[in-house]
């Protein structure tokens, strides 16, 4: 419990300034943010704000990037929307949803899975997030084009452009245009002090106000403690209310843990993967218990706390406690902000998101790679996520499988042995494979051998065998083996059964060893055709 702790409390008067000085300047970026982003859900203002508070306070508390600033983010929203459209008739079961989500993320923290995160390959993870903000620029544009109304998923919302453009609102436009243009274009030494973001907001309230006061706002904030969620789960829709769970709890991993690696990168430091995925899965599961919208480490919003001076992870949490006194005593201001201006903020956030480096580089990329970019790009616009990381993840496995097949077989030797030349010696010459005649020959294999290359292998010990007397195995570098490769063994050797004498193996104790043991590829052989050698160390 000390360790969890001893990180809150800054060690000077300095350091204390400084945290609260990163936590309000982190809280002006969040405040804009945490209204779109809840607008953008379909549950309100109020439900962003809420998230904003409760993740961000949580994972500051509990996370295991000091520095990180939590909230609602692009994706997290995204998917929240599309669950408020299967959903949004009851309430308590999109709460439901994000506090199942909370305890996923936990779980995944508790298991020691966050490791395993990085192993999604960046083409996967660059197309899902540019399919994410395509669909945030494909929703916004409709709102600054002056469309209001819920569309049921990304088709529908695409083909209501052009009405939405043939009944063009001028102010809706001049409104999220402006938006655009101050987050666009704002300089560096103003952002410093006050966000592109936050005078987005206020230059757009201010001219709303005073030209087009009856554009339609974000409405009311409601200030009174929020009730605890009745949790509900239909057992009909168990199977969506799961999947949604799964998908809000993967995502806010990959999102928080990305975000991890760019605070680590500023801060020459190293994030603790697993307390920061049971940190956040804390932090949404309250947040739906009190109805906030899930998010997860935000990377805008980590990056000011961090530039602005921030020592501990009390920067955080003050910027959740600077939100709750914005809530309380300011929230009668937001009633009057325009959706349009809010929709002009989200359009510089989907921009931000598209994966513009991955996009630069296309000329150095790959053929295979730009292919399965686009396809989960793709996927996750018209599809869903867990739809198109799931397929991604295969297409990534199939064209990992294809590169590793081509270096595993270039490892392997194929050797001609001399008639007075016993099998395994050393005194052996490379051939090629279209002699004939020849006594015996040894495959050499090293490595880790994968199921990739089993229809390679297959081949060539089918060809050894038909053409040679005699076959020598030499396994003595083999480091692992797949079963599979070593069941299509097994099948050669049980399908020639006049060539199991003829057959040699020399092999290193292991676990190669253990599985041809286990398959009964060995009880195969005559027991004097099988060599172990014991494993060779190197000495100092």
Known sequence: ???????????????????????????????????????????????????????????????????????????????????????????????????????????????????????????????????????IIIMEILTVLGDYSAHQGIPDAILSIPHAVANLDTGSLLLGGLSLIVTLVTPGRISRYAPASLLALIIGTVVAVVFYPDLKTIGEISTYLPSLTHIEIPFSALPGIVTGAFMLALLGSIDSLLTSTVADRMTRTSHDSNRELVGQGIGNAIAGLLGGIPGAGATMRTVVNIKSGAQTRLSGMIHALTLLLIVLFASGLAAHIPLAVLAGILLKVGLDILDWDFL?????????????????????????????????????????????????????????????????????????????????????????????????????????????????????????????????????????????????????????????????????????????????????
């Open 1 to 135: 419990m000390k360790d969890v702790f001893r990180d809150i409390l800054p060690r000077s008067a300095t350091a204390l300034r400084q945290d609260i000085f990163a936590g309000i300047t982190a809280a002006v970026v969040a405040l804009p943010l945490a209204l779109a982003f809840g607008v953008a859900s379909g549950l309100g203002p109020t439900a962003g704000l809420y998230g904003a508070m409760v993740l961000g306070f949580v994972a500051a508390l509990l996370g295991g990037t000091p520095l990180q600033i939590s909230g609602p983010t692009g994706p997290m929203t995204v998917v929240m929307a599309g669950l408020v459209v299967a959903y949004g008739g009851s309430p308590h079961v999109l709460f439901t949803i994000v506090i199942l989500a909370g305890l996923f993320q936990g779980l995944f923290g508790i298991l020691r899975l966050g490791a395993y995160v990085n192993y999604v390959p960046m083409p996967v993870v660059s197309g899902f997030m540019s399919g994410i903000g395509c669909i």
């Open 360 to 540: 630069r580089r296309l000329k150095v990329w790959r053929g295979e790679k730009i292919f399965l970019m686009l396809a989960v790009l793709v996927l996750t616009i018209f599809s869903d996520l867990v739809t198109a990381i799931g397929l991604g993840l295969i297409l990534s496995h199939m064209i990992y499988s294809r590169m590793l097949n081509q270096s595993q077989l270039r490892q392997i030797r194929l050797f001609e042995e001399s008639e007075d030349n016993l099998p395994g010696e050393s005194n052996v010459v490379q051939v090629e494979t279209s002699g004939s005649g020849r006594k015996g020959v040894t495959l050499r294999l090293s490595g880790n051998l994968s199921y990739s290359i089993g229809k390679d292998l297959t081949r060539l010990l089918n060809e050894a065998l038909n053409r040679y007397d005699r076959i020598t195995l030499d396994m003595g570098e083999v480091e692992s083996m797949d079963i599979s490769l070593a069941v299509s063994m097994e099948e050669i050797l049980r399908g020639l059964p006049e060539k199991k004498s003829s057959v040699f193996i020399r092999i290193t104790a292991g676990e190669a060893l253990d599985l041809l043991k286990v398959i009964g590829f060995l009880d195969l052989l005559p027991p004097e055709n099988l060599t172990v050698v014991d494993t060779i160390k190197l000495q100092d």
